[in-house]
């Protein structure tokens, strides 16, 4: 039973100076079980999580106090300043109504963005959870997969090819162990780890018995005790000295930014000219004519630009990405969406992706006969019996004899030569490791012979599987024959290290024929889309097992290949992996919104073109192209090579960052999923990088744009599909936005220039006329710019999204067809505005029986007007060419923005309280009618240009 928590001081100071056992029992820790979990607690609850220091949270109060750094508001802060002197100069008689309302307006405008940047900020803590890291230890005796952040001093950690290591430990056992450190030591290449103790003075990079959190597991397995977590890592030292580096921004936030910018400079020239024009034309120029003057212009300015979008972008992705999580795709930076719906090409990894990961053997063939497994998953509900007509099906015979022998020494040789363990909670049977190994595992208990080799083998050393070798083995000491060395892998690969082959209990030469005749079967089995795996052994003389174990000992196996010779062919299995039900549908849909879709799989080329037709990524028949074949192709021939061939087999990684690379330089944005540590420079080689998050390693989770929660690759085509829809959305309220903001700009400025030919002349005793004043302008920013834009960020699909081709990534958010949509809206809503006000006053160019208001009441309706037209304006902008009308009905939280917004603005009309702060008068039916039938020109405006577009790309 390990000791209660000791404090770290009790550990040696150097601990890759020390022996291993040394180590663990000055921690605390038995190697053999790890920590119990209650040790584990309370380890965790003294030392606090294993996460690396970092700055601590910014206060909520600076955070609000943050929103007034803007250089707009620091214009309406001058404002205020400007307005309370002209007050107090004019003797202060009243309230300073204009002074209260800006800040009002500024106060609220602060807190919106204070709740947004939170929203934001809780979608994206919640995704970094989403994608936390893990670790897998052993405490109890069992294997657990615990986030990394609770990790403690004492824990002993599994390490497999693919983990990210949690935190620092020191080595208790390799098997061909490598790891990458570039991360700290800046080594590029893979270093050997072995258990042996080095001296007290090494340097941090030869420190081979150690290793550091942040590095990542390149090949080979491990077991060792934590040493240190958190801020005392060799990793928490280096970011402590390190500052946070600002992330730049992406292609959409430096065009809006760079949009927001040309709109701010146009609308200063204009907010200039319309203040200039005022004064030259006031007749008596007081300071309260200069300050209200001023007013105008800065309002106009900050009216003008869309200062809250940036919050609103990062809302809208925030939440954009939360609802595709909930369909199992995590993204983990929120402006990576934007890439996700421009997706060209999806190339996919097939096992578990394109199919469904129950990894189950169905068919044995030894040299006696052929045997058929049933049953599919995990569960180990099946049986294993003959099949002598070699028609798929059991026979009724029983199985026995020679068959019976080599089907056990294949199955159990798998069984051993595998790191997997089979386990069953609740009656739900899983694999903990990697699935192909499990069905072995699973396979072996319907044959009912797991039992035999329990006790009887042990685990000296191994040589693990890498994608350049495509096979493993495992060094056993067997009671029975003593020293074994068992291998399984490609059968193609691995007969060619045999030279015997299993018969019966008793094993003779492989000669061509049979050679022949397992090929054969091989060839059958995956053009019937099984995965083929052999399994060979051999029983080592004296003399090698002695080496064996020396080597073993040493380097924990690195030099055991040389052992994978002259091995004895027990036989191989066909593995099923069925393709995921939805996988062809989804395949379907990706085509249709032009997306194409690439299989690039390790399998053999019979299983991968098998299924490939069978989910209609290529006719049946077409070609397969294989790693081999790649190798022979220069870049040229490989690029005609992936524009006409979508399965590619039998792949290395370095065959996989060519296909990606050839890919791109023909223009195309695209998508690679992976699982395994060699996808990681493929999947960062990517526009989006997408990995696997059940069996995905940690370290391609960490190169990736995205994580699958399911593998599943229909969840990739909801991603596409639902990143077109946030793309989409973005350009809805930009174009809101933009509209808008323009036709506030284009009331203001035409209101001064046209003053007297719409009747404004004369109706003010300074001489200044005010189409608008600056606290409704104010007023119009706050309530139209958020709730409604905001809303118009979560609108379902007025459109089928994934009936167009990808959007390309030349094409501008803000393009022509944008620009002139919110010139013309603009035009329309200032127009509206203006003719409104012209209607209620009398010597303008519309004269009725209505031009008889006095500029208070005119000036009300025309407020209104333009308030009830941008909110007209919503309707427009949810497409840039389908009807308005078309699923008006769909959002419901747009319609109630709508009607929040007609409320306030209601009551700013009619209440009094309101009336005397933004300088309203209350209308009639008559007047409220004058303003819907001018406000909804916007529109019916619109409604003809878009009948215009539909009718020319017919």
């Keep these: 039973m390990p000791t209660p928590h000791a404090p770290c001081a009790d550990a040696p100071t150097s601990p890759y100076s020390h022996p291993a056992d040394a180590v663990a029992a000055d921690l605390g820790t038995d190697a053999s079980t790890g920590l119990s979990a209650r040790s584990a607690a309370d380890r965790l609850a003294a030392d606090g999580p294993n996460e690396l220091p970092s700055k601590p949270p910014v206060p909520a109060w600076r955070r609000f106090l943050g929103q007034f750094n803007d250089p707009l508001v620091y214009l309406l802060l001058a404002a205020i300043t400007i307005s309370t002197t002209a007050w107090i100069l004019e003797g202060a008689e009243g309230a300073p109504v204009d002074s209260i309302v800006i800040l009002a307006v500024v106060t609220l405008n602060a807190v919106l963005g204070f709740v947004q940047e939170n929203k934001a900020a809780d979608a994206v803590a919640a995704l970094s959870a989403m994608t936390e890291a893990t670790s897998t230890v052993l405490r109890d005796g069992s294997l657990l997969v615990v986030p990394s952040s609770e990790l403690v001093v004492g824990d002993v950690l599994v390490l497999g090819e693919g983990d990210q290591v949690g935190a620092d430990a020191r080595l208790l056992s390799a098997a061909a162990l490598r790891v990458v450190e570039s991360s700290l030591t800046g080594e590029a290449d893979a270093v050997v780890k072995t258990p042996g103790a080095v001296g007290a003075d090494t340097d941090l990079a030869d420190r081979t018995c150690m290793v550091h959190r942040g590095t990542s597991v390149a090949q080979g397995t491990g077991r060792a005790v934590v040493v240190a977590t958190g801020a005392d890592t060799q990793m928490g030292a280096i970011a402590r000295m390190l500052d946070s580096v600002e992330e730049q921004d992406t292609p959409l936030q430096k065009e809006i930014h760079a949009v927001s910018k040309m709109l701010g400079i146009v609308v200063v020239v204009i907010a200039v000219v319309v203040v200039g024009t005022l004064l030259l034309l006031a007749a008596d120029r007081t300071p309260d004519t200069i300050v209200h003057s001023l007013l105008l212009g800065v309002s106009l300015a900050v009216a003008a630009v869309p200062e809250g979008l940036p919050a609103i972008l990062s809302v809208v992705l925030a939440l954009g990405v939360q609802r595709m999580a909930t369909r199992k795709a995590v993204v983990k930076k929120l402006t990576s969406v934007e890439t996700l719906g421009s997706a060209s090409v999806i190339c996919s990894d097939k096992t578990g992706t394109l199919t469904r990961s129950e990894m189950t053997v169905q068919e044995v063939v030894t040299a006696s006969g052929t045997c058929v497994v049933t049953g599919i998953g995990y569960a180990p509900d099946g049986e294993v019996a003959p099949d002598a007509d070699r028609d798929g099906r059991p026979d009724a015979d029983p199985l026995e004899g020679p068959l019976r022998d080599e089907v056990t020494v294949v199955l159990s040789g798998g069984a051993l030569a595998s790191d997997a363990e089979l386990t069953v909670t609740e009656d739900v049977w899983s694999v903990v490791g990697d699935p192909t190994e499990g069905a072995f595992l699973v396979a072996e208990k319907k044959l009912g012979t797991h039992g035999h080799r329990e006790g009887r083998f042990g685990r000296i050393g191994e040589v693990p599987f890498t994608s350049e070798r495509k096979m493993m083995s495992v060094l056993l000491t067997d009671t029975a024959h003593g020293t074994v060395i068992m291998s399984k892998g490609a059968p193609d690969v691995l007969m060619e290290h045999c030279a015997r082959v299993r018969v019966g209990d008793a094993d003779t030469e492989l000669t061509a024929q049979a050679r022949?005749?397992?090929?054969?079967?091989?060839?059958?089995?995956?053009?019937?889309?099984?995965?083929?795996?052999?399994?060979?052994?051999?029983?080592?003389?004296?003399?090698?097992?002695?080496?064996?174990?020396?080597?073993?000992?040493?380097?924990?196996?690195?030099?055991?290949?040389?052992?994978?010779?002259?091995?004895?062919?027990?036989?191989?299995?066909?593995?099923?992996?069925?393709?995921r039900p939805e996988a062809a549908a989804a395949v379907a849909e990706a085509h249709r919104a032009g997306v194409r879709v690439l299989m690039i799989t390790g399998d053999h080329p019979a299983t991968a073109g098998r299924i490939a037709a069978d989910l209609g990524i290529v006719e049946r028949g077409a070609p397969v192209l294989t790693g081999r074949d790649l190798e022979g192709m220069d870049d040229g021939?490989?690029?005609?090579?992936?524009?006409?061939?979508?399965?590619?087999?039998?792949?290395?990684?370095?065959?996989?960052?060519?296909?990606?690379?050839?890919?791109?330089?023909?223009?195309?944005?695209?998508?690679?999923?992976?699982?395994?540590?060699?996808?990681?420079?493929?999947?960062?080689?990517?526009?989006?990088?997408?990995?696997?998050?059940?069996?995905?390693?940690?370290?391609?989770?960490?190169?990736?744009?995205?994580?699958?929660?399911?593998?599943?690759?229909?969840?990739?085509?909801?991603?596409?599909?639902?990143?077109?829809?946030?793309?989409?959305?973005?350009?809805?309220?930009?174009?809101?936005?933009?509209?808008?903001?323009?036709?506030?700009?284009?009331?203001?400025?035409?209101?001064?220039?046209?003053?007297?030919?719409?009747?404004?002349?004369?109706?003010?005793?300074?001489?200044?006329?005010?189409?608008?004043?600056?606290?409704?302008?104010?007023?119009?920013?706050?309530?139209?710019?958020?709730?409604?834009?905001?809303?118009?960020?979560?609108?379902?699909?007025?459109?089928?999204?994934?009936?167009?081709?990808?959007?390309?990534?030349?094409?501008?958010?803000?393009?022509?067809?944008?620009?002139?949509?919110?010139?013309?809206?603009?035009?329309?809503?200032?127009?509206?505005?203006?003719?409104?006000?012209?209607?209620?006053?009398?010597?303008?160019?519309?004269?009725?029986?209505?031009?008889?208001?006095?500029?208070?009441?005119?000036?009300?309706?025309?407020?209104?007007?333009?308030?009830?037209?941008?909110?007209?304006?919503?309707?427009?902008?949810?497409?840039?060419?389908?009807?308005?009308?078309?699923?008006?009905?769909?959002?419901?939280?747009?319609?109630?923005?709508?009607?929040?917004?007609?409320?306030?603005?209601?009551?700013?009309?009619?209440?009094?309280?309101?009336?005397?702060?933004?300088s309203t008068t209350s209308l009639d039916p008559v007047h409220w009618a004058v303003v819907v039938v001018m406000a909804s020109l916007v529109l019916w405006v619109d409604e003809l240009r878009k009948l215009v577009a539909r009718a020319r790309a017919r």
């Design 516 to 579: 022949a005749r397992f090929v054969e079967h091989i060839a059958d089995m995956s053009g019937r889309a099984l995965r083929t795996l052999g399994v060979a052994y051999r029983v080592l003389t004296d003399e090698e097992a002695a080496r064996a174990r020396r080597a073993a000992d040493s380097n924990g196996g690195a030099d055991l290949s040389g052992l994978e010779r002259d091995l004895v062919l027990a036989g191989v299995v066909g593995i099923i992996d069925p393709p």
């Design 637 to 918: 021939a490989l690029s005609g090579a992936v524009a006409a061939t979508s399965v590619y087999a039998r792949v290395a990684p370095e065959h996989k960052m060519r296909i990606v690379h050839a890919l791109k330089s023909q223009g195309h944005t695209v998508s690679m999923t992976g699982d395994g540590v060699n996808d990681a420079p493929a999947l960062r080689a990517a526009d989006i990088g997408v990995a696997m998050g059940v069996t995905g390693t940690q370290v391609t989770k960490e190169a990736a744009t995205m994580v699958l929660a399911d593998d599943n690759f229909a969840t990739i085509v909801d991603a596409v599909r639902e990143g077109r829809r946030i793309f989409d959305n973005i350009k809805k309220f930009l174009r809101f936005l933009l509209s808008s903001n323009m036709g506030e700009v284009l009331t203001v400025f035409g209101g001064v220039v046209l003053s007297g030919a719409i009747g404004l002349s004369g109706h003010s005793e300074s001489g200044v006329v005010l189409p608008l004043l600056a606290t409704q302008i104010l007023w119009i920013n706050l309530v139209t710019d958020s709730g409604p834009a905001l809303a118009m960020g979560v609108d379902p699909s007025v459109e089928d999204v994934m009936a167009r081709p990808p959007r390309k990534p030349t094409d501008r958010v803000v393009d022509g067809a944008m620009w002139s949509g919110v010139l013309l809206v603009g035009a329309v809503m200032a127009a509206s505005t203006l003719a409104t006000l012209d209607i209620f006053l009398p010597g303008g160019l519309i004269e009725t029986p209505l031009s008889t208001d006095g500029l208070g009441t005119a000036r009300t309706a025309a407020f209104s007007t333009l308030v009830m037209a941008q909110l007209f304006n919503t309707l427009n902008s949810r497409s840039e060419t389908v009807s308005a009308f078309s699923h008006l009905f769909v959002n419901k939280w747009l319609w109630g923005a709508i009607g929040l917004t007609l409320v306030l603005q209601v009551a700013v009309v009619e209440a009094p309280f309101l009336q005397a702060a933004f």
